[in-house]
């Protein structure tokens, strides 16, 4: 089970350190790391849209 709070709590530690890129590549990061559901969940816990997160995917 992914543990969106987790994903919360560590983007809003980074958050403060990224520029908007640096966001949208750590949730993009995330998504990867979760596999399936990866992206629905890291849009979830950081407020990015799946699409941006999607596309960073592919920026990766």
């Known amino acids: ?5 987790e ?3 560590r983007y ?4 403060k350190f990224l520029d908007e ?3 949208r590549l750590f949730a993009a990061n ?6 399936h559901g990866g992206v629905t969940a890291a849009s979830a816990a950081t ?3 799946r699409s941006t997160i999607r596309r960073a995917i592919v920026e990766l």
Not at 12 to 15: D, E, G, L
């Open 12 to 15: 809003q530690q980074a958050c």
């Open 30 to 35: 995330e998504a990867l790391a979760l596999g």
């Open 7 to 9: 994903i919360r709590a």
């Open 21 to 23: 890129r640096g966001q």
């Open 1 to 5: 089970m992914i543990d969106i709070d």
């Open 47 to 49: 407020g990015l849209a």
